[in-house]
T-cell receptor
């Protein structure tokens, strides 16, 4: 079945550093979503991507929809302590539905 | 955008008992979903809660274990029945907005 693999699984970075993470699949997706989950909270949408090659920013966050439609990337510039959390990519299980499959997650820890 | 709230936010339950989790949205939504997040894991879709009809369950989840109600367009419940320690997870409700899925803050369930 469909799987979304995220890399890295976890990372420790220094405050102020840039962060890159990716999400890959063996299947094609027509939508890529990036969510962040803070401890004790539900996921919150950061960026949505709808077209291959699309590059979208949200403040210090930039995400790209891979050309092959099998991957996506999220970059965080100048990380700050509140960036700590788990970042999930997600995509619709079947094109045109709202049933999402979530990636394995990247756990980010920022060292002040 | 609509606000979604869950309760309880957390509970510790004895094995063999059942827990009902409530999810309230402050506006009418067509699609509501229930997810499970096992410790340190990603989110897995349990079922789609349909108003006026039975819920639609994903592979690996059955109605006897996870009965769902959807009495109206703003409310849904998920019951975790005959609990065992393996049911210890975060359970999240979600609804599909115009462009993204919104999540409740989750119910952290510990079964002892």
């Amino acid at each position: 079945g469909q799987q979304l693999n995220q890399s890295p699984q976890s990372m420790f970075i220094q405050e102020g550093e840039d962060v890159s993470m990716n999400c890959t699949s063996s299947s094609i997706f027509n939508t890529w979503l990036w969510y962040k989950q803070d401890p004790g909270e539900g996921p919150v949408l950061l960026i949505a991507l709808y077209k291959a090659g699309e590059l979208t920013s949200n403040g210090r966050l930039t995400a790209q929809f891979g050309i092959t439609r099998k991957d996506s990337f999220l970059n965080i510039s100048a990380s700050i302590p509140s960036d700590v959390g788990i970042y999930f990519c997600a995509g619709p299980r079947t094109s045109g539905t709202y049933k999402y499959i979530f990636g394995t997650g990247t756990r980010l820890k920022v060292l002040a | 955008s609509a606000v979604i709230s869950q309760k309880p936010s957390r509970d510790i339950c004895q094995r063999g008992t059942s827990l009902t989790i409530q999810c309230q949205v402050d506006s009418q939504v067509t699609m509501m979903f229930w997810y499970r997040q096992q410790p340190g894991q990603s989110l897995t879709l349990i079922a789609t809660a349909n108003q006026g009809s039975e819920a639609t369950y994903e592979s690996g989840f059955v109605i006897d274990k996870f009965p769902i109600s959807r009495p109206n367009l703003t409310f849904s419940t998920l019951t975790v029945s005959n609990m065992s320690p393996e049911d210890s997870s975060i359970y999240l409700c979600s609804f599909q907005g115009y462009t993204e899925a919104f999540f409740g803050q989750g119910t952290r369930l510990t079964v002892v």
